[in-house]
Nanobody, 119 residues
Framework: QVQLVDSGGGLVQPGGSLRLSCAASGFTFNTYTMSWYRQAPGKERELVATITSSGGITNYAASVKGRFTISRDNAKNTVYLQMNSLRPEDTAVYYC????????????WGQGTQVTVSS
């Protein structure tokens, strides 16, 4: 049974930090590109950060570059998103995504974790 369990969200003041985790099970984690997406109320889901299966390549949305860091531990089947210098506009539900790097391009989603940045 495939599972992606997102955790680590919460309420933080502007300028603060959070670390999100996504624990994976039920599939071959080290053959999947992992990503974090977010969706704010009334907005479309957007891609925040991506890391390839080996961890060798990462990409970030322009809005978070320099503040967020995506990483993974293939031994623990877990991907992380370290979020620093948080802003109110980072408030959203954050979702973990897994995408197989070769055919079939199977994809899975976590259940989401709420991040609220407010004073």
């Amino acid at each position: 049974q495939v599972q992606l369990v997102d955790s680590g969200g919460g309420l933080v003041q502007p300028g603060g930090s959070l670390r999100l985790s996504c624990a994976a099970s039920g599939f071959t984690f080290n053959t999947y590109t992992m990503s974090w997406y977010r969706q704010a109320p009334g907005k479309e889901r957007e891609l925040v950060a991506t890391i390839t299966s080996s961890g060798g390549i990462t990409n970030y949305a322009a809005s978070v570059k320099g503040r967020f860091t995506i990483s993974r531990d293939n031994a623990k089947n877990t991907v992380y998103l370290q979020m620093n210098s948080l802003r109110p506009e980072d408030t959203a539900v954050y979702y973990c995504n897994a995408l197989r790097e070769f055919n079939p391009r199977t994809a899975y989603w976590g259940q989401g974790t709420q991040v609220t940045v407010s004073s």
